[in-house]
Protein backbone atom coordinates (compact mmCIF):
# COMPACT_ATOMS: atom_id res chain seq x y z
CA UNK A 1 0.00 0.00 0.00
CA UNK A 2 0.83 3.31 -0.21
CA UNK A 3 2.00 5.74 2.41
CA UNK A 4 -1.62 7.95 1.89
CA UNK A 5 -3.68 4.53 1.78
CA UNK A 6 -1.79 3.37 5.06
CA UNK A 7 -2.76 6.20 6.84
CA UNK A 8 -6.52 6.40 5.83
CA UNK A 9 -6.78 2.40 7.11
CA UNK A 10 -5.35 3.90 10.26
CA UNK A 11 -6.95 6.96 11.07
CA UNK A 12 -9.98 5.62 12.69
CA UNK A 13 -7.36 4.24 15.29
CA UNK A 14 -5.37 7.63 15.65
CA UNK A 15 -8.14 9.59 15.82
CA UNK A 16 -9.88 7.45 18.84
CA UNK A 17 -6.44 8.00 20.27
CA UNK A 18 -6.24 11.40 20.16
CA UNK A 19 -9.40 11.89 21.02
CA UNK A 20 -9.16 10.00 24.32
CA UNK A 21 -6.16 12.24 25.00
CA UNK A 22 -7.66 15.13 24.79
CA UNK A 23 -11.37 15.10 25.11
CA UNK A 24 -11.98 17.05 21.71
CA UNK A 25 -13.21 16.09 18.51
CA UNK A 26 -11.60 19.33 16.86
CA UNK A 27 -8.24 19.35 18.14
CA UNK A 28 -8.41 14.97 17.93
CA UNK A 29 -8.93 16.21 14.06
CA UNK A 30 -5.95 18.44 14.20
CA UNK A 31 -3.79 16.17 15.43
CA UNK A 32 -4.41 13.69 13.22
CA UNK A 33 -3.78 16.05 10.37
CA UNK A 34 -0.51 16.75 11.86
CA UNK A 35 0.26 13.11 12.21
CA UNK A 36 -0.20 13.02 8.46
CA UNK A 37 2.00 15.53 7.43
CA UNK A 38 4.90 14.21 9.30
CA UNK A 39 3.91 10.67 8.04
CA UNK A 40 4.30 11.68 4.07
CA UNK A 41 7.09 13.74 5.17
CA UNK A 42 9.45 11.08 6.83
CA UNK A 43 12.66 10.56 4.75
CA UNK A 44 12.67 6.87 5.71
CA UNK A 45 10.15 4.17 5.20
CA UNK A 46 8.56 3.11 9.02
CA UNK A 47 9.31 -0.36 10.01
CA UNK A 48 5.54 -0.67 11.70
CA UNK A 49 3.19 2.26 9.57
CA UNK A 50 1.33 1.58 12.92
CA UNK A 51 3.61 2.12 15.50
CA UNK A 52 4.86 5.56 13.77
CA UNK A 53 1.71 7.09 13.44
CA UNK A 54 -0.05 5.79 16.77
CA UNK A 55 3.79 7.17 18.61
CA UNK A 56 3.08 10.57 16.30
CA UNK A 57 -0.42 10.95 17.21
CA UNK A 58 -0.05 11.12 21.35
CA UNK A 59 3.06 12.72 20.79
CA UNK A 60 1.00 15.52 19.56
CA UNK A 61 -2.07 15.28 21.53
CA UNK A 62 0.30 15.03 24.77
CA UNK A 63 2.03 18.53 23.52
CA UNK A 64 -1.50 20.15 22.94
CA UNK A 65 -2.83 18.75 26.08
CA UNK A 66 -0.08 20.46 28.03
CA UNK A 67 -0.96 23.91 26.40
CA UNK A 68 -4.70 23.11 26.90
CA UNK A 69 -4.41 22.67 30.48
CA UNK A 70 -3.64 26.35 30.97
CA UNK A 71 -6.73 27.33 28.72
CA UNK A 72 -8.63 24.71 30.90
CA UNK A 73 -7.68 26.08 34.80
CA UNK A 74 -9.42 29.65 33.69
CA UNK A 75 -12.54 27.72 31.87
CA UNK A 76 -15.83 28.73 33.54
CA UNK A 77 -17.56 26.39 34.94
CA UNK A 78 -17.56 22.37 34.64
CA UNK A 79 -15.45 21.00 32.04
CA UNK A 80 -17.10 18.45 29.76
CA UNK A 81 -15.77 16.79 26.59
CA UNK A 82 -17.23 17.66 23.07
CA UNK A 83 -19.47 15.63 22.39
CA UNK A 84 -18.80 12.54 20.24
CA UNK A 85 -21.57 11.19 17.76
CA UNK A 86 -19.69 7.44 16.93
CA UNK A 87 -16.33 6.36 17.82
CA UNK A 88 -15.12 5.29 14.18
CA UNK A 89 -12.21 2.86 15.45
CA UNK A 90 -14.10 -0.73 16.51
CA UNK A 91 -12.54 -3.99 17.44
CA UNK A 92 -14.57 -6.48 19.09
CA UNK A 93 -11.84 -7.75 21.34
CA UNK A 94 -11.90 -4.71 22.77
CA UNK A 95 -15.38 -3.40 22.64
CA UNK A 96 -16.01 -3.06 26.48
CA UNK A 97 -12.88 -1.36 27.33
CA UNK A 98 -13.39 0.98 23.86
CA UNK A 99 -17.01 2.06 24.74
CA UNK A 100 -16.26 2.54 28.81
CA UNK A 101 -13.08 4.95 27.86
CA UNK A 102 -15.17 6.80 25.20
CA UNK A 103 -18.30 7.98 27.72
CA UNK A 104 -18.15 11.44 29.17
CA UNK A 105 -17.58 10.04 32.74
CA UNK A 106 -14.46 8.66 32.31
CA UNK A 107 -13.28 11.31 29.95
CA UNK A 108 -13.76 13.74 33.30
CA UNK A 109 -11.86 11.64 35.01
CA UNK A 110 -8.94 11.23 32.42
CA UNK A 111 -8.83 15.21 33.18
CA UNK A 112 -7.64 14.90 36.21
CA UNK A 113 -4.64 12.81 34.84
CA UNK A 114 -1.24 13.89 33.89
CA UNK A 115 -0.71 14.58 30.01
CA UNK A 116 1.71 11.96 30.04
CA UNK A 117 -0.67 9.72 32.76
CA UNK A 118 -3.75 9.82 30.65
CA UNK A 119 -1.36 9.17 26.70
CA UNK A 120 -0.24 5.82 28.49
CA UNK A 121 -3.64 4.72 30.29
CA UNK A 122 -5.27 5.22 26.84
CA UNK A 123 -2.71 3.59 24.64
CA UNK A 124 -1.98 0.93 27.11
CA UNK A 125 -5.57 0.35 28.58
CA UNK A 126 -7.42 1.30 25.94
CA UNK A 127 -5.90 -0.01 23.26
CA UNK A 128 -3.58 -2.93 24.40
CA UNK A 129 -0.06 -1.29 23.24
CA UNK A 130 2.80 -2.88 24.55
CA UNK A 131 4.92 -1.47 26.63
CA UNK A 132 7.85 -1.14 24.45
CA UNK A 133 5.37 0.83 22.06
CA UNK A 134 3.85 2.72 24.60
CA UNK A 135 7.33 3.92 25.77
CA UNK A 136 8.00 4.69 22.41
CA UNK A 137 5.64 6.87 21.98
CA UNK A 138 5.42 9.35 25.20
CA UNK A 139 9.42 9.47 25.52
CA UNK A 140 9.97 7.54 28.70
CA UNK A 141 11.21 4.36 29.89
CA UNK A 142 9.54 1.09 29.95
CA UNK A 143 9.68 1.25 33.67
CA UNK A 144 8.48 4.43 34.31
CA UNK A 145 5.50 3.80 31.71
CA UNK A 146 4.52 0.93 34.33
CA UNK A 147 4.56 3.08 37.23
CA UNK A 148 2.83 5.79 35.22
CA UNK A 149 0.41 3.01 34.05
CA UNK A 150 -0.21 1.98 37.92
CA UNK A 151 -1.03 5.05 39.20
CA UNK A 152 -3.38 6.29 36.43
CA UNK A 153 -5.29 2.73 36.88
CA UNK A 154 -5.58 3.42 40.57
CA UNK A 155 -6.86 7.04 39.95
CA UNK A 156 -9.46 5.91 37.34
CA UNK A 157 -10.51 3.33 39.11
CA UNK A 158 -11.11 5.33 42.06
CA UNK A 159 -13.02 7.67 40.38
CA UNK A 160 -16.10 5.56 39.68
CA UNK A 161 -17.97 2.69 38.84
CA UNK A 162 -18.26 1.65 34.94
CA UNK A 163 -21.58 2.08 33.53
CA UNK A 164 -21.97 -1.41 32.27
CA UNK A 165 -26.02 -1.44 32.26
CA UNK A 166 -27.58 -3.51 29.45
CA UNK A 167 -27.71 -1.55 25.96
CA UNK A 168 -31.20 -2.56 26.08
CA UNK A 169 -32.08 -1.02 29.41
CA UNK A 170 -29.96 2.11 28.21
CA UNK A 171 -32.36 2.59 25.39
CA UNK A 172 -35.70 1.72 27.20
CA UNK A 173 -34.65 4.60 30.14
CA UNK A 174 -33.35 7.12 27.80
CA UNK A 175 -37.19 6.65 26.32
CA UNK A 176 -39.10 7.41 29.36
CA UNK A 177 -36.64 9.94 30.22
CA UNK A 178 -37.02 11.83 26.65
CA UNK A 179 -40.43 11.04 26.72
CA UNK A 180 -41.26 12.83 30.59
CA UNK A 181 -38.88 15.60 29.53
CA UNK A 182 -41.11 16.53 26.76
CA UNK A 183 -44.00 16.67 28.68
CA UNK A 184 -42.83 17.84 31.49
CA UNK A 185 -43.52 15.13 33.72
CA UNK A 186 -42.00 15.63 36.81
CA UNK A 187 -43.21 12.09 38.55
CA UNK A 188 -42.20 10.44 36.13
CA UNK A 189 -38.78 12.06 35.63
CA UNK A 190 -38.10 11.58 39.56
CA UNK A 191 -38.67 7.92 39.13
CA UNK A 192 -36.17 7.83 36.51
CA UNK A 193 -33.35 9.57 38.38
CA UNK A 194 -31.08 8.26 40.81
CA UNK A 195 -31.82 9.73 44.41
CA UNK A 196 -28.39 11.59 44.26
CA UNK A 197 -28.42 12.32 40.34
CA UNK A 198 -26.22 15.01 39.30
CA UNK A 199 -26.50 17.37 36.20
CA UNK A 200 -23.59 18.81 35.33
CA UNK A 201 -23.94 21.92 32.45
CA UNK A 202 -20.72 23.42 30.42
CA UNK A 203 -21.39 26.25 28.91
CA UNK A 204 -18.09 27.31 29.37
CA UNK A 205 -19.18 31.27 30.08
CA UNK A 206 -19.99 31.55 26.29
CA UNK A 207 -24.00 30.29 26.58
CA UNK A 208 -26.35 30.43 29.55
CA UNK A 209 -25.57 27.57 31.78
CA UNK A 210 -26.14 26.21 35.52
CA UNK A 211 -24.66 28.44 38.14
CA UNK A 212 -23.55 24.81 39.83
CA UNK A 213 -24.23 21.09 39.78
CA UNK A 214 -27.63 20.26 40.53
CA UNK A 215 -27.74 17.50 42.76
CA UNK A 216 -30.95 15.64 44.06
CA UNK A 217 -34.14 14.05 42.00
CA UNK A 218 -36.35 16.12 43.13
CA UNK A 219 -34.12 19.76 41.72
CA UNK A 220 -32.91 17.70 38.41
CA UNK A 221 -36.50 16.62 37.74
CA UNK A 222 -38.05 20.21 38.82
CA UNK A 223 -35.81 22.11 36.57
CA UNK A 224 -36.11 19.29 33.42
CA UNK A 225 -40.07 19.45 33.84
CA UNK A 226 -39.57 23.35 34.07
CA UNK A 227 -37.51 24.03 31.31
CA UNK A 228 -38.19 21.91 28.40
CA UNK A 229 -41.55 22.35 28.20
CA UNK A 230 -41.27 26.00 27.51
CA UNK A 231 -38.36 25.28 24.73
CA UNK A 232 -40.73 23.15 22.85
CA UNK A 233 -43.04 25.94 23.00
CA UNK A 234 -40.44 28.33 20.98
CA UNK A 235 -39.81 25.66 18.35
CA UNK A 236 -36.74 23.76 20.16
CA UNK A 237 -36.77 19.91 19.68
CA UNK A 238 -35.12 16.86 21.12
CA UNK A 239 -33.66 14.38 18.95
CA UNK A 240 -32.39 11.08 20.13
CA UNK A 241 -28.53 10.35 19.62
CA UNK A 242 -26.01 8.20 21.61
CA UNK A 243 -23.53 10.61 22.33
CA UNK A 244 -20.28 8.72 23.81
CA UNK A 245 -21.43 5.47 23.65
CA UNK A 246 -24.31 6.70 26.19
CA UNK A 247 -28.07 7.72 24.63
CA UNK A 248 -28.75 11.10 24.70
CA UNK A 249 -30.12 13.70 22.67
CA UNK A 250 -29.38 16.66 20.73
CA UNK A 251 -31.65 19.73 20.69
CA UNK A 252 -32.14 22.07 17.72
CA UNK A 253 -34.24 25.09 17.40
CA UNK A 254 -36.71 25.47 15.26
CA UNK A 255 -34.49 26.21 11.98
CA UNK A 256 -32.28 22.98 12.65
CA UNK A 257 -29.16 24.55 14.04
CA UNK A 258 -27.58 22.49 17.60
CA UNK A 259 -28.14 24.21 20.94
CA UNK A 260 -27.06 22.02 23.29
CA UNK A 261 -26.78 17.70 23.84
CA UNK A 262 -27.91 16.05 26.69
CA UNK A 263 -26.09 12.85 27.69
CA UNK A 264 -27.21 10.04 30.57
CA UNK A 265 -25.14 7.79 32.45
CA UNK A 266 -27.44 4.83 33.89
CA UNK A 267 -26.27 2.29 36.51
CA UNK A 268 -28.48 -0.18 38.51
CA UNK A 269 -31.55 0.86 36.52
CA UNK A 270 -31.21 4.22 37.03
CA UNK A 271 -29.98 7.71 35.86
CA UNK A 272 -26.78 8.89 38.11
CA UNK A 273 -25.81 11.63 35.83
CA UNK A 274 -26.85 14.15 33.25
CA UNK A 275 -24.07 16.15 31.06
CA UNK A 276 -25.35 18.62 28.64
CA UNK A 277 -22.41 20.60 26.87
CA UNK A 278 -23.95 23.96 25.50
CA UNK A 279 -20.59 25.70 24.62
CA UNK A 280 -20.92 27.30 20.90
CA UNK A 281 -17.22 25.82 20.40
CA UNK A 282 -17.97 22.37 21.46
CA UNK A 283 -21.14 21.61 18.93
CA UNK A 284 -19.77 23.08 15.69
CA UNK A 285 -18.46 20.15 14.58
CA UNK A 286 -22.42 18.19 14.44
CA UNK A 287 -23.27 21.66 12.58
CA UNK A 288 -24.71 25.18 12.58
CA UNK A 289 -25.20 26.35 15.88
CA UNK A 290 -27.32 28.22 17.29
CA UNK A 291 -27.15 31.12 19.56
CA UNK A 292 -28.02 30.07 22.78
CA UNK A 293 -28.48 33.57 24.69
CA UNK A 294 -30.92 34.61 21.91
CA UNK A 295 -33.27 31.44 22.87
CA UNK A 296 -32.85 32.05 26.32
CA UNK A 297 -34.22 35.31 26.22
CA UNK A 298 -36.69 33.99 24.08
CA UNK A 299 -37.81 31.16 26.51
CA UNK A 300 -38.07 34.01 29.05
CA UNK A 301 -40.26 35.86 27.14
CA UNK A 302 -42.71 33.25 26.96
CA UNK A 303 -42.64 32.54 30.56
CA UNK A 304 -43.91 35.84 31.16
CA UNK A 305 -47.44 36.66 31.98
CA UNK A 306 -49.55 38.10 29.43
CA UNK A 307 -51.17 41.41 30.47
Not at 173 to 178: D, E, G, I, P, R
Not at 241 to 249: C, S
Request: proline letters at 6%; glycine letters at 6%; hydrophobic letters at 45%.
Amino acid sequence: MSRAEEFQELRPLLFSVAYRILGSVSEAEDAVQETWLRFEAAPAEPTSAKAFLSATVARISIDVLRSARVRREKYVGPWLPEPLLADPYQNPEQAAELADSVSTAALVLLERLSPLERAVFVLREVFDFGFPEVASAVGRSEAACRQLAVRARRHMAAGRPRFAADRKEREELASQFFDALREGDVVGLRNLLAADVSMVGDGGGKAPQLAKVLVGARNVARLLASAFPRMALIGVTGEPHELNGQPGAIFRDRDGRVLHTLALDVLDGRIQTIHAVINPDKLGHMGPVADAWAIDREVRRARRPTG
